[in-house]
T-cell receptor
């Protein structure tokens, strides 16, 4: 199994609805990153969480880090077509390498 | 605008024919990374440079090599591409190694025929 598990693997949401994507680590999280990837393109940085209980927001996207649960969630409020894409979580390891989840594919239905 | 540029965006090569992918950055970052990403999978780190120091991942095949002639450029050389090497190759940069955001290029999609 992967060190970083993302759920769900894919998600189809009606435009305007809220959604949550989860990222769970099998090891202690030192830092957790959320990136977005459009099909066939590179990754775009969304936000980074470093402290337990930390919560960050950017426009309609909010990410939280639950250190005890070794989990992070990404919540999108009032989804729009521009939110469609693949969301990946990445985690710092003690050797300063980033490892990645397999991604959650988000489709927004008009 | 400062950015990470990858060329070409699409590359087709024949089985066994050497191929080179290039990455350049205008961010003046110390660290440059090469990732391999196969369909519906997480990016897999192949290697990274911290300045001129090369760091190879233990499970990166010998078939993959890299060069960083200067701060701005980094190359990925695949000496003898196999069908299993068909993937998206992503280049990324960061200012430092620990806790720094990585900036990604658009990727090069490699097809092996």
């Amino acid at each position: 199994s992967q060190e970083l598990e993302q759920s769900p693997q894919s998600l189809i949401v009606q435009e305007g609805k809220n959604l949550t994507i989860n990222c769970t680590s099998s090891k202690t999280l030192y830092g957790l990153y959320w990136y977005k990837q459009k099909y066939g393109e590179g990754l775009i940085f969304l936000m980074m969480l470093q402290k337990g209980g930390e919560e960050k927001s950017h426009e309609k996207i909010t990410a939280k880090l639950d250190e005890k649960k070794q989990q992070s969630s990404l919540h999108i409020t009032a989804s729009q077509p521009s939110h469609a894409g693949i969301y990946l979580c990445g985690a710092d390891r003690s050797n300063y390498q980033l490892i990645w989840g397999a991604g959650t594919k988000l489709i927004i239905k008009p | 605008d400062a950015m990470v540029i990858q060329n070409p965006r699409y590359q087709v090569t024949q089985f066994g024919k050497p191929v080179t992918l290039s990455c350049s950055q205008t961010l003046n970052h110390n660290v440059m990374y090469w990732y391999q990403q196969k369909s519906s999978q997480a990016p897999k780190l192949l290697f990274h440079y911290y300045d001129k120091d090369f760091n190879n991942e233990a499970d990166t095949p010998d078939n993959f090599q890299s060069r960083r002639p200067n701060t701005s450029f980094c190359f990925l050389d695949i000496r003898s591409p196999g069908l299993g090497d068909a993937a998206m190759y992503l280049c990324a940069t960061s200012e430092g190694q620990g806790g720094d955001e990585q900036y990604f290029g658009p990727g090069t999609r490699l097809t092996v025929t």
